[in-house]
């Protein structure tokens, strides 16, 4: 899927569309990139190094022992001799056993580390993106990449670098004691390493285009997960009757998940036969090589017994180090994609210089000074040249047909976009020369889709203001008109919401969300929509709640019903992304025009 992002060309500018996909491919994962995520733990890394190396080294002694055991201890009968013989290679193996251990633990916990990094640092990336990333992303393609496409490399991340130098280290550490037995077997065995280099890569490039496509297959099923069981979703295919539909995309995608497993198994295991045949044919070779009269009595039976046995121990790294190879390569897909993501340009960002604004300071005094605003791959502007002034305190109503650019408005006063040319300020600074966090704590939204979050109406409310207590929770309740609907619950304030607040109607969905926003007590105020899901008398409760709050508060209102809006201060009409009338209810009725038509 291409991902289109809009990066700006300054304050002002146009928005330029990317394809982040093309983006991703212009540039190759290189190796250097995936290493710097092992840095800060450089130093944990060189003493697994260290371990790894001296396991090695030490493992090695073995051969060397069971030389002396059969050439020495047994035929001279040297019992003392073959006690300590045996206690060495039994000290061996419980020094390499020991070392392993410690081993596995450092690279284990720098692997989970960087994972956790690569986790968070994707996560928050992604909190930084704007609205217009969301609008246009599928949810489960987001969750996927967070989910699958980091856990897929754990493996990789977790023990790469302690495989890579394991065996590594211990092949090389294999191939110097086989030639020190005998070199001209340690030439013999060395045969294997063309073809085994040969078909490893084959292998390798393989399994990455596989692995490409079966996390954009997997994607697709995370998909299909998020809109077929979220609790909208089960709504939507009951009542539409699309479960079979959903069943069948479910199952195909679920199929050619099978098949991409497949192949990707089954190239490896062709190898790993090709593999197991070239070194079972070695040993023969040795033991065919040490008979023939050229080499008759050059060496020992204990030497050729220790070299057969450093031959066949040289199997295990070997493989693991073009194992390691192709899990490598094949996670370049994996990087890939977690790169994108993290490589995706911000399009709303803090300012190097923020102005310092402090919340309780502020008036509320709002302007949009020739406001202009196109979404991504639009041709024509969804807000043009608005010019609005809302002085401190007052309430401007925002009135419209659906689609004249009425939310959008108030998407742009909450800095959830910004402006392709013009300016919104409060107090006289810019949106964008303050913190986004600074700004939030501002400006508070209603809007008219309402999320909750799955916890208790308690949480729902304190996710706006942490440190709230109960008391300032019953307050911002008793003020949306909601109080007393939690107080008859069995559970109260601790009663669990639902999957998207599905516990509740949507009126008291929208009260409970009004009452979170009014928690913080934000001085500007932006209601879009925000009693649309209402009756008439709760809404007549929740307007009259709203009057009272709003004195000495700015407020913005969007609305459809002008009933709601007809004593604001001042009321603008908008079509079609324009202004086009401005006034008070009566000015604006008395006019006969767009405003009185909605009236009528």
């Known amino acids: ?224 997960i998020e809109e077929a069981l979220s609790i909208s979703g089960i709504r939507l295919s009951k009542t539409m009757g699309a479960g079979a539909a959903l069943v069948d995309r479910f199952t195909g995608s679920s199929t050619r998940l099978i098949d991409l497993e497949l192949r990707s198994e089954l190239a490896g295991r062709w190898r790993m036969a090709s593999m197991s045949v070239i070194f079972a044919a070695t040993p023969a070779a040795i033991y065919l090589s040490a008979g023939l009269p050229m080499t008759a009595g050059t060496m020992t039976i204990g030497t050729l017994v220790a070299f057969t046995a450093l031959q066949g121990g040289l199997f295990r790294p070997l493989m693991g180090l073009l194992n390691t190879g192709v899990a490598l390569t094949s996670s370049l897909a994996l990087f890939a994609r977690i790169f994108e993501y993290l490589d995706l340009p911000v399009d709303v960002v803090d300012p190097p210089n923020p102005v310092e604004l402090t919340p309780r300071a502020v008036a509320g005094h709002v302007r949009f000074d020739g406001v202009t605003f196109a979404y991504p791959g639009s041709s024509l502007p969804a807000i043009a040249g608005v010019d609005l002034d809302v002085p401190a305190g007052s309430t401007l109503a925002i009135v419209g047909e659906t689609g004249s650019g009425k939310s959008t408005l108030a998407a742009l006063a909450a800095r959830l976009y910004d402006p392709d040319s013009g300016a919104i300020t409060i107090d006289g600074v810019d949106l964008r020369d303050l913190r986004q966090t600074d700004l939030a704590a501002i400006v508070g939204v209603v809007s008219q889709e309402t999320y909750l979050l799955h916890t208790t109406v308690r949480e729902n409310l304190r996710y706006a203001k942490p440190d709230a207590s109960d008391a300032e929770i019953e307050t911002a309740a008793r003020a949306a008109q909601l109080h007393n609907l939690i107080a008859s619950l069995p559970d109260g304030y601790d009663t669990v919401v639902g999957s998207r607040g599905h516990r509740f109607s949507g009126g008291e969905q929208q009260r409970i969300a009004i009452a979170r926003t009014l928690l913080r007590n934000p001085r500007v105020l932006i209601l879009d929509e925000a009693t649309s899901a209402l009756d008439t008398e709760t809404e007549r409760a929740v307007q009259q709640a709203f009057d009272e709050l709003a004195r000495g508060r700015t407020t913005i209102t969007i609305a459809h019903r002008l009933s709601t809006v007809r004593h604001a201060d001042a009321i603008a009409v908008l079509d079609r992304g324009r202004i086009v009338e401005s006034g008070t209810h009566d000015v604006l009725v008395d006019a006969g025009g767009r405003y009185a038509a909605l009236a009528a």
């Open 1 to 224: 899927m291409a991902l289109q992002n809009e990066i700006p060309q300054g304050r002002g500018g146009r928005h330029t569309s990317v394809s982040a996909l093309e983006k991703a491919q212009a540039h190759d994962v290189s190796l250097r990139r995936i290493w710097q995520l092992f840095t800060p733990y450089r130093w944990s890394l060189g003493a697994v190094v260290a371990i790894i190396v001296v396991s090695s080294i030490v493992s090695m002694a073995s051969p060397f022992l069971l030389r002396a055991v059969i050439d020495v201890a047994l035929p001279t009968q040297n019992v003392r001799l073959l006690v300590w013989l045996v206690a060495g290679m039994i000290a061996v193996a419980a020094a390499t056993a020991i070392l392993g251990v410690v081993q596995t633990w450092i690279s284990t916990s720098v692997g989970q580390r960087v994972m956790h990094v690569l986790r968070t640092d994707v996560f928050t990336h992604l909190q930084r993106q704007s609205i217009a990333f969301f609008t246009r992303t599928r949810t489960g393609e987001v969750q996927s990449r967070i989910t699958n496409d980091i856990g897929g490399m754990q493996s990789v991340v977790t023990s790469t670098a302690s495989s890579l130098a394991a065996n590594l280290t211990t092949a090389v550490a294999t191939a110097v004691a086989m030639a020190a037995l005998s070199w001209r077997l340690a030439l013999i065995s060395l045969v294997v390493m063309p073809p085994a280099i040969y078909l490893t890569r084959r292998v390798a490039s393989m399994r990455r285009a596989i692995t490409a496509q079966r996390q954009r297959e997997l994607s697709d099923l995370n998909v299909t």
